[in-house]
């Protein structure tokens, strides 16, 4: 009886489970959606126990299909989005709510924190900006203005480490997710006290460190009983969502880089040195002893989801009749309108926006309507937003000393032949998609067959997986529009930015 792996991805719309076989076949698959709650500008929010029942539900069905027994499952790996900050008590009951990645509420307490120990001293430590995004701001919300949640937590936990908790009674931060709080310190992989204190947090309200393939726990029977796992089963501490992905796609060595196209957009670097820089984002890989240097933004896979519901009734009314799918012809529509969009430019910054501009008041701009465009141009131009996103931060990349050649893609939007191609054409770099919708959970996966010895090594994981299925190269021919456009979609921001931050005079 072969062993099998459970890949479990904790999205910011679904929750996504998979099996795979040892060489990283997928045996069956399942999605369960979970709502984003907005209950205030500026605010996102999820509710935990939502996303642990979507998963029973998710992993339960997976089993179900694939017609594999509990037993068969060697190890459980979980990925899951940055930056949450979800408080439970001693009993491990959820008090409340979690912000997510785009909750930008923690703004002022982030000034506040910067005038009291200095933003330099901060990014020294943890080789990240202090923002309101960031998990750290967010703990400092609760005790502010929370202060009946926060005096009753036990322990704050990330999206990951929540599903672990749950599988395994076991509290746990793994490497990959400490970039979130800026008393980790990112070049040791660890707490540090001293600057815990100084932020103004215990440090027993963060929990024990442990790398990413490490085995945490094995399922509980409560844990079963809700799932449908088998109880015993070896669960590792999982890693971060764009981090997993990374190592699914195959990056392994310094340069090699995963372009991502879920709900959020950008890239992930992997460096071999300690390299921080202000505009972006750096964190453990889920492979011990490297780092990712990546790019965040809030435009990914969202801004075509939103243009879909948005723009779309015409594309969806095609594909019942075509027997295909909405995003498929809103491709087929956007392709209609030709490179550059005939100048119609979009700012992609639908929830503020983060690297490089790190910016919470950043709005979604359309610029460049006239009477001859219509809305192919519109949704081609909300494509070619997304990869003007991408290329900025592959700039401020470069600047920081760590510049990409090629891009491995995963995600969604890899799906589509035309946004990847405009990609490819926007930055100028050859794209290779080795998977598309799985290569997150079998990153997970790859973490749960190293940490139960299924593989020898990453390498061999990735060797035995990993399978590139098309590329992508640059069009020479579309470089001089997109150029231009690029510079207008920069110059765009500049100019509109005291606007968006309401400076505007009279």
């Known amino acids: 009886m072969e062993p099998v792996l459970l890949g479990i991805d904790l999205g910011t719309s679904a929750c996504k489970t998979a099996l795979f076989d040892p060489d990283g076949r997928v045996l ?28 029973c539900t998710a992993v339960r069905r997976t089993l179900r299909n694939s017609g594999i027994g509990p037993e068969q499952v060697a190890g459980v790996g979980i990925d899951g989005q940055s930056w949450s900050a979800i408080p439970v008590d001693r009993d491990g009951r959820v008090l409340a709510r979690t912000p997510i990645w785009f909750d930008t509420r923690a703004a002022e307490i982030c000034g506040e924190v910067k005038e009291k120990i200095g933003e330099e001293r901060i990014f020294a430590l943890c080789g990240n900006p202090l923002k309101p995004s960031y998990t750290l701001p967010k703990i400092l919300w609760f005790q502010k203005y929370a202060p009946e949640v926060y005096g009753k937590a036990a ?10 908790y749950r599988l395994t009674g076991v509290l746990s931060q793994d490497k990959s997710q400490g970039y979130g709080l800026h008393c980790y310190d990112m070049r040791n992989g660890r707490w540090d006290e001293v600057m815990c204190r100084e932020m103004g947090i215990d440090p027993s309200l963060l929990p024990p460190i442990y790398d990413c393939h490490q085995v945490v726990g094995t399922v509980t029977a409560k844990a079963a009983g809700e799932c449908g796992l088998a109880e015993g089963t070896p669960v590792v501490a999982g890693g971060l969502d764009a981090a997993c992905g990374t190592l699914g796609v195959g990056v392994l ?60 009734a015409a594309e969806r009314q095609a594909a019942l009749q075509n027997g295909t799918g909405p995003f498929q012809e809103l491709d087929r529509t956007a392709a209609s309108a030709p490179a550059g969009s005939d100048g119609v430019v979009f700012l992609p910054y639908m929830a503020g926006e983060r690297s490089p501009i790190w910016d919470e008041h950043a709005k979604g701009v359309f610029y460049g309507l006239d009477f001859t ?19 900025h931060n592959l700039e401020a990349a470069a600047e920081a000393g760590a510049p990409v050649n ?101």
Request: proline share 5%.
């Open 28 to 55: 069956a698959q399942e999605s369960e959606e979970y709502p984003v709650y907005y209950p205030q500008p500026g605010w996102a929010e999820q509710e935990p126990e939502e996303w642990w029942r979507a998963i």
């Open 155 to 164: 322990c704050f936990l990330q999206s990951n480490s929540f599903i672990v």
């Open 253 to 312: 060595r310094d340069g090699e880089t995963q372009e991502q196209g879920g709900q959020a957009g950008g890239m992930s670097i992997c460096v071999e040195e300690y390299r921080a820089d202000p505009r972006l984002i750096l964190s453990h890989h889920v492979v011990p002893g490297r780092w990712l240097l990546q790019g965040g933004t809030v435009g990914g896979g969202g801004v075509c989801r939103w243009m879909e519901a948005e723009f779309c």
């Open 373 to 391: 465009k219509g809305r192919a141009h519109m949704l081609r131009a909300g494509l070619e937003g997304v990869a003007f996103s991408l290329r």
């Open 406 to 506: 090629e891009l491995r893609s995963m995600g969604g939007a890899a799906n589509s032949r035309l946004w990847t191609q405009i990609k490819a054409d926007v930055t100028g770099k050859r794209i290779v998609v080795p998977a598309s919708d799985t290569a997150t959970t079998l990153g997970a996966v790859i973490l749960a067959g190293v940490g139960v010895g299924l593989y020898s090594s990453f390498e061999e994981a990735v060797r035995r997986t990993v399978r590139v299925r098309r590329e992508h190269l640059p069009n020479p021919e579309n470089a001089a529009v997109y150029d231009q456009n690029y510079q207008t979609y920069l110059a765009l921001y500049r100019q509109l930015k005291p606007v968006m931050a309401g400076e505007q005079k009279e």
